[in-house]
């Protein structure tokens, strides 16, 4: 079974601060890679997500997030953050493939951002 | 209207009662599922089904029982509630093309059992 690995629990930074969230994920085939961002008392959100092709991503927000397939990483990015950022990331992984059912979940990384 | 709908939001039970969480979607989505997130642990999974006839257990599906009574719904049950299933519940869709494994989630619903 695959599994996902985030780095840090809390990272705090403050505003225009640049972010890097790492992810790992443990599986040696295809896979399926997605960023969800939880706002304070909200649902999760997709953020981003990478099938295949580029492997950097362009998501919303100004995030973006690089797939390197040799260090089994997918490390989420934004250049500059905003208060309106502060949430909790989760990092998520499945199987690519016709009889992919399941999302396996990092347990995340909650971002503080100071004004 | 939220496409993926949960009720209760909030909840507050005793030890021992049953209880049920309702999730409804207008996606048109074949899969649902219903995860707990629970602080410093992620989101973890307790069932999904792919269909109306399609049950599966999930990694953490002792003392929860599910009911897809419709393609569109999918609700969540403890028998007999005891204090640390205290949680968030999120119900969540997919569709099955491409097999992306891609989710949408509910508000969720919070449960606390005293």
């Known amino acids: 079974a695959q599994s996902v690995s985030q780095h840090n629990h809390h990272v705090i930074l403050s505003e225009a601060a640049s972010l890097e969230l790492g992810c790992n994920y443990s599986y040696g085939g295809t896979v399926n890679l997605f960023w969800y961002v939880q706002y304070p008392g909200q649902h999760l959100q997709l953020l981003l997500k990478y099938f295949s092709g580029d492997p950097l991503v362009k998501g919303i927000k100004g995030f973006e997030a690089e797939f390197i397939k040799s260090k089994f990483s997918f490390n989420l990015r934004k250049p500059s953050v905003q208060w309106s950022d502060t949430a909790e990331y989760f990092c998520?992984?499945?199987?690519?493939?016709?009889?992919?059912?399941?999302?396996?979940f990092g347990k995340g990384t909650k971002l503080s951002v100071i004004p | 209207d939220a496409d993926v709908t949960q009720t209760p939001r909030n909840r507050i039970t005793k030890t021992g009662k049953r209880i049920m969480l309702e999730c409804s979607q207008t996606?048109?989505?074949?899969?649902m599922y219903w995860y707990r997130q629970d602080p410093g642990l992620g989101l973890r999974l307790i069932y999904y089904s792919f269909d109306v006839k399609d049950i599966n257990k999930g990694e953490i599906s002792d003392g929860y029982s599910v009911s897809r009574q419709a393609q569109a719904k999918f609700s969540l049950s403890l028998e007999s509630a005891i204090p640390n299933q205290t949680a968030l519940y999120f119900c969540?869709?997919?569709?099955?093309?491409?097999?992306?494994?891609?989710?949408?989630f509910g508000e969720g619903s919070r449960l606390t059992v005293l």
């Open positions: 969540a869709t997919s569709g099955s093309q491409g097999g992306t494994g891609e989710l949408f």
């Open positions: 996606k048109g989505h074949d899969r």
């Open positions: 998520a992984v499945s199987i690519s493939g016709a009889g992919s059912y399941q999302l396996t």
